[in-house]
Each structure stands twice: as structure tokens, then as C-alpha cells.
């Protein structure tokens, strides 16, 4: 990215490798994967929040081969993990504290899915939503890169789960293990549920609040839900902590069969204009990852 402003900003650059500094590690990238807060970050709208200088390389999510070893790491070694930017390219230095080993159950490249959206669905299942057999559950944009984990992470909890999902994802979602779907253009869902989780920038957030429980909980990872005063209904809003142990969880659990990575797409990092574009036109659902072979 060589300025703040629309998808033309992003080229495909030829670079130096870059040098990895005492305990970092360097590593050859089979993939990164596309997060929608790029597109504020490259508008410029995430300015003031977040700093980055130019030209800036994407990729917060990496999942390659260590090919300059350190910090318990060797040559070799497959590994997934959570970068401050940098993975859309085919080398890439990283803090190793910050790595975990790749599931092998998996493409490598298509571990790239797990690192940004799979924290954030672990944190808001375990962390923040506090899940327990038997409670009943909306995954509020089950469809999108975030909410295949919740789906899945709900279900291993043990919750009854609904998920909204328009026709396009609404079988995906079912796979993966969602008892109900219900269709978010046809209004909301009926009922109450104990928890739900919000993974969608809503205009009118406080309409969630309705189909909650009293005493129960409401997550979101966008914008804050109000709720009634009263309402015995806690609310929560939480930005995903990195964190290498969460991610480690995710992937035994990737390994075990119980969690399914929901890949919709596969593109070469040169398209990575493209894949912004699509990504505004409303066009990209589940994970899409970038590669730069
Ligand atoms: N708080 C944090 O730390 C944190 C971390 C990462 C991301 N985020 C934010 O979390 C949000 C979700 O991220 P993501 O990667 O899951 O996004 P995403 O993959 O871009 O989500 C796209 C999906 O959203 C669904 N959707 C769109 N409008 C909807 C609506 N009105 N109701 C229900 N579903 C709707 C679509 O589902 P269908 O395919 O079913 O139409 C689509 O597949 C983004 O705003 C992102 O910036 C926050």
C-alpha cells in the first residue's frame, strides 16, 4: 500500500528479503489470509487507532515454513501464527512468540485462515460469551470468516446453536454444525437465546438486544450492543487479544477433526486489489486466502 485511499493503492512490489533481527524468525509464506479490517486501514479510516507506516505490506495472518531459525524454532518448521502486517509476500519476519506449529491436517497454506478469525471466535466463545453446555445460542453472521469458528467452538461447548447466514453460506453453515439457520434478509430470527454473538457493523446494534435473554449475555466483536437498563442482560464489546496459546487450542483442535476451516477462496497475493474490491462489493464470504505462488 503506497498511500491511503481506494484498492488502487495496493501493487505488487519487488523487494529485498527482509532481514530477521536477533531471536526472529524468517519465514517463506504459503499463505496469508484477507481480514475486512484491511479495507479501514487502507482507507485511512483506522488512522489515529492505528499506525502503520508506508508502503505497507499486508498479511496479518501467516502460515509458511521457518527458513531462518530461532526463538525455539528451526529451519523447516511449519508453523502458523499472527504478524503485525508483512505476510502478503513470499518471505516474512516474525516474533516467534507469536508462532505455533501448523496443523497438519490441513493445506499449510489454508492454516492462514486461523490465526485473526479463529482467536477472535475462541475469545468470544470461551473468554467473553463463557459458553456452557446446553445453552442456547445466535451466531449473529455465521456466514463470514469469524463465524464458522463460533458455529463450530459453540457446538464443541455444547450449545443448541442458531446462526443468521444468507442462501449462499446457509448449507456451509449447517456443516459445520449450526442446528438452525435462519436468513438475515427475511428480518430477525423468532425467540430468545441465552447468548448471542455478534459478528456484523450494524447501523441499529440495540435491535440484538431483543433477542436476548434476560440475565443473559450479548458479545459482539463490532460495535457495542445497549441494552435496556433493567435488563439483567450483560453486554459486551471486545478487540481480540494475540495470543499464541488460543491459537495452539484452535489448531489440536483443527488436527482432532472437531474444527473445519471454511475456505471459500483461493488467490495469488497479486490479486490482492481485487479481493478488496470484492470485499466491499459485499461479494467474499468465509475465508479467503492469498498466496504468493
Ligand atoms: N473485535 C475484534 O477484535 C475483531 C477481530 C476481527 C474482525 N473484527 C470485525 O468483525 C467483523 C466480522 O469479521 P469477519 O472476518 O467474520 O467478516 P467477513 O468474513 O467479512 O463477514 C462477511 C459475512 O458477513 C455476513 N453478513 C453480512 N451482513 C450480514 C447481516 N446483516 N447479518 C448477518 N450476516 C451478515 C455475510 O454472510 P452471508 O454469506 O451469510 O451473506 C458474509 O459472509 C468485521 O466487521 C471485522 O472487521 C473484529
Redesign the pocket.
Given at each position: 500500500m503506497h498511500a491511503y485511499g481506494d484498492a488502487s493503492v495496493l501493487r505488487l512490489d519487488d523487494v529485498e528479503v527482509p532481514a530477521a533481527g536477533d531471536g526472529q524468525v524468517l519465514v517463506r509464506v504459503a499463505g496469508t489470509s484477507f481480514?475486512?479490517?484491511e479495507i479501514?486501514l487502507r482507507n485511512g479510516w483506522l488512522r489515529g487507532v492505528f499506525e502503520v507506516g508506508l508502503p505497507y505490506t499486508f498479511g496479518w495472518d501467516l502460515a509458511g515454513t521457518v527458513v531462518g531459525g530461532g526463538g525455539g524454532f528451526a529451519d523447516g518448521d511449519a508453523v502458523v501464527g499472527r504478524v503485525d502486517g508483512g505476510a502478503a509476500a513470499e518471505f516474512v519476519v516474525a516474533e516467534p512468540s507469536g508462532l505455533v506449529r501448523a496443523p497438519v491436517a490441513v493445506p499449510l497454506a489454508h492454516a492462514a485462515a486461523l490465526p485473526?478469525?479463529g482467536v477472535?471466535a475462541w475469545q468470544a466463545v470461551f473468554d467473553h460469551a463463557r459458553i456452557v453446555a446446553g445453552a442456547t445460542v445466535l451466531v449473529?453472521?455465521?456466514?463470514?470468516?469469524?463465524?464458522g469458528y463460533v458455529v463450530q467452538l459453540a457446538r464443541y461447548a455444547g450449545a443448541h446453536v442458531t446462526a443468521?447466514?444468507?442462501?449462499?453460506?446457509?448449507t456451509t453453515?449447517r456443516a459445520l454444525g449450526a442446528h438452525a439457520v435462519h436468513d438475515?434478509?427475511r428480518g430477525a430470527p423468532g425467540g430468545t437465546f441465552d447468548v448471542v454473538i455478534n459478528?456484523?457493523?450494524?447501523e441499529e446494534p440495540s435491535d440484538l438486544a431483543r433477542l436476548v435473554k434476560p440475565d443473559g449475555r450479548i458479545v459482539?466483536?463490532?460495535n457495542k450492543v445497549e441494552v435496556p437498563g433493567g435488563s439483567g442482560i450483560e453486554s459486551v464489546?471486545?478487540?481480540?487479544r494475540d495470543d499464541a496459546e488460543d491459537l495452539a487450542g484452535l489448531v489440536r483442535l483443527v488436527d482432532a477433526g472437531t474444527v473445519r476451516l471454511d475456505v471459500a477462496a483461493e488467490r495469488p497475493i497479486g490479486e490482492l486489489a481485487a479481493v478488496h474490491r470484492a470485499?466491499e462489493a459485499?461479494l467474499?464470504?468465509?475465508?479467503t486466502i492469498l498466496k504468493p505462488h
Open positions: 481480514n475486512p479490517s479501514g485473526v478469525a477472535t449473529n453472521g455465521a456466514g463470514g470468516g469469524i463465524g443468521t447466514a444468507s442462501e449462499r453460506s446457509a453453515v438475515y434478509r459478528l456484523v457493523p450494524l459482539s466483536v463490532t464489546q471486545f478487540v481480540v470485499a459485499g467474499l464470504r468465509g475465508k
